[in-house]
């Protein structure tokens, strides 16, 4: 039987493709390491977080440790982080971490209810959470937005949102401020998308369309590549 060698640790080649699996259900205690893979000529395979020549290829990448590890659990059933963030910057979302792989199984159920009830695309909310937040509820950005959709205090004010790191709540509140987007400027995606990172005022100073905004360009191509993706 091929082996697959995990660290100091040793599985049966059945139980690969779970390896990835596993450590994303780890938390963000400092267990999650980078894993590395490798096939020899043989064709066995090997998994490693401490890869010892230059033919092992990364594959998982740890999550950064930007919030004090300390979890709680709201009545949905869902695990939170809670603690002051550090950094302060928002993921970029482009390289999801095994954390936020973990996340988004997790958040999905209640996506897939905040899209039903407000006539969205799940497949749009998944990809505004995870250009805004990388799927982390304890996101915060150094303007303020906090949260899985990153909701400013006035937004989160206005649909009734109390708890801003509370997945349920700040879904809820993000959602249908997207589903009050898409009526203001019917059916179109872009210029939605576009009026939830810069202000629906900003959009239609500039003739509803993108404005003419490095940041707010950017952030519609990288949501509308999830998307479609």
Do not use: W
């Not at 995990?6 to 980078?34: E, I, Q, W, Y």
């Not at 603690?83 to 897939?112: T, V, Y």
């Amino acid at each position: 039987m091929r082996l697959v060698l995990l660290g100091n640790r040793t599985m049966s080649k059945f139980f690969a493709p779970f390896v990835v699996a596993l450590l994303a259900c780890l938390p963000l205690s400092g267990a999650v390491a980078d894993v590395f893979k490798f096939v020899d000529a043989t064709g066995n395979v090997f998994y490693t977080d401490k890869p010892k020549h230059s033919g092992y290829k990364r594959i998982l990448r740890s999550p950064p440790a930007t919030m004090a590890v300390s979890y709680v659990t709201n009545n949905a059933g869902l695990t939170r982080l809670v603690g002051k963030a550090g950094g302060g910057s928002r993921p970029s979302g482009r390289h999801l971490s095994a954390n936020s792989l973990l996340k988004q199984q997790e958040l999905s159920p209640l996506i897939d209810a905040a899209a039903s009830k407000y006539s969205l695309d799940p497949a749009l909310l998944h990809a505004v959470i995870r250009a805004e937040s990388g799927y982390n509820p304890g996101a915060v950005s150094h303007k303020g937005a906090a949260g899985l959709m990153q909701l400013m205090p006035a937004t989160a004010s206005r649909y009734g949102v109390r708890d801003r790191f509370d997945p349920q709540e700040n879904i809820e509140g993000g959602a249908r401020y997207l589903s009050d987007l898409l009526e203001m400027f019917p059916s179109n995606v872009k210029l939605a998308v576009a009026a939830y990172n810069s202000g629906e005022n900003t959009v239609k100073k500039f003739g509803n369309q993108v404005p003419p905004i490095t940041e707010t360009q950017n952030y519609v191509d990288r949501v509308l590549g999830y998307y479609y993706r």
